[in-house]
């Protein structure tokens, strides 16, 4: 016996608000994956950081359908707004690929790798896929009563409450990751 | 399961997920720099984030368990990622390039 979870399992028309929820969610999808496959795809690396951004935002969309707010106001920030500049950053001051002569074709990523290295790839990254999505579709999922709400201020007094502890502790790793990048990015200097 | 009603569903979240995961890992294959293989990095660390989120939605008892895990994911990303460009601006001071194929001195 196979059970899929869809809570609420009733199917609205095309043309109610439902519905159009409904296009939303595949509009965010669709964002999801042409996102991931840009990101890992563009043979220049400001394009594959374009295509990050992208797919975080979708996935922000994803996570507001998933009824948290929260969480996808933290992506878009945190994501979107920090992680995918700070890669730029990282990209103008490091990476040599635009600076290239003109005569001499500019340095891309994919290029001169293994010919063996994209199907070995996609081979392993196909089987994967292939085997986590049966492991999800077919595992028989056990649903327990909630308890709760789960909104915002839910949110906020478990962090502060129940997982206070852990809510300090990344702020001390946060901490660190600060003091050592700058560490780090001193210390390679000449 | 109909089309328009996918955003209620759970297998829809695992396959997002599941897809996430094995872009991410199809990357790290198929990068050449560091800046590239930090960025399916990232792929894998929102993978599992969205799996966290979509089991909290669906399943978990207390629904705030995920959502504080998911944030606490995104702050561990977030360090990581600086961390990981201050290596790649150090290393690139060094070396003058953050190919992984000219990072092999120790295998000399």
Excluded at chain 1, 23 to 52: D, E, K, P, S, Y
Aim: aromatic share 8%; glycine share 8%; charged share 10%.
């Amino acid at each position: 016996m196979q059970t899929i979870i869809c809570q609420p399992a009733t199917t609205p028309a095309l043309f109610t608000a439902e519905g159009v929820v409904g296009v939303i969610f595949l509009v965010t999808i669709a964002m999801v994956v042409i996102g991931g496959l840009i990101a890992v795809h563009a043979q220049r690396l400001v394009r594959a950081v374009a295509g990050l951004a992208l797919c975080f935002t979708g996935l922000a969309g994803v996570y507001y359908f998933l009824l948290s707010p929260i969480v996808a106001m933290m992506q878009l920030l945190i994501y979107v707004g920090a992680v995918s500049v700070l890669i730029v950053l990282g990209i103008m001051l490091a990476s040599p690929e635009e600076a290239a002569p003109v005569d001499e074709k500019p340095t891309t990523d994919i290029k001169h790798r293994s010919v063996l290295a994209g199907p070995l790839a996609a081979s392993i990254a196909g089987l994967l896929f292939a085997s986590l999505a049966i492991l999800g579709l077919k595992t028989q999922w056990q649903v327990f009563p909630r308890e709760g709400e789960g909104d915002i201020h839910a949110v906020g007094i478990t962090l502060l409450t129940t997982h206070g502890m852990v809510f300090e502790l990344i702020s001390i790793v946060l901490v660190m990751a600060i003091i050592g990048a700058l560490v780090l990015a001193q210390r390679g200097r000449n | 399961m109909q089309l328009l009603n996918l955003y209620n569903c759970l297998p829809a979240y695992m396959l997002i997920s599941a897809l996430l995961f094995s872009f991410g890992v199809y990357g790290l294959i198929i990068r050449r720099t560091v800046i590239g293989m930090l960025i399916s990095a990232e792929l894998i660390l929102a993978a599992a984030a969205t799996n966290f989120m979509a089991f909290n939605r669906f399943l978990a008892p207390d629904p705030t368990i995920g959502q504080v895990f998911a944030l606490f994911i995104m702050a561990i990303a977030a360090a990581e990622a600086a961390i990981a460009i201050s290596i790649m601006i150090a290393v690139y001071r060094n070396y003058k390039s953050i190919d992984t194929d000219d990072l092999v001195d120790l295998q000399r």
